[in-house]
């Protein structure tokens, strides 16, 4: 990947909760909704072992679906920039 959003997609933020682990994982993928969301799924029936997932960066993550504590899949927040008062 190149890091810019094929077919200009909006970024969909994905959160994912790792059994013993203290932190989530947090990530912005160009992937839609519901391909994150089929991907987990498959996950969970057994049809797939691990979540797979790339960001828009390139980076890779793969968990181990037995170790999937939860997926909260969403919209990024609107990035603010700047340093004036809310």
Not at 9 to 25: H, L, Y
Not at 33 to 53: F, I, P, Q, W, Y
């Amino acid at each position: 990947m190149d890091g810019c959003n094929p077919g200009g997609k909006e970024a969909v933020e994905v959160k994912i909760g790792v059994q013993n682990a203290p932190r989530e994982i947090v990530l912005e993928i160009s992937q839609s909704a519901d391909e994150v969301e089929n991907a987990v799924a498959k996950a969970l029936e057994g049809t797939s072992k691990l979540l797979s997932l790339t960001d828009e960066h390139g980076r890779r993550i793969i968990v181990p679906a037995e170790r999937l504590a939860y997926v909260e899949i969403g919209e990024p927040a609107a990035r603010k920039v700047g340093f004036g008062t809310v």
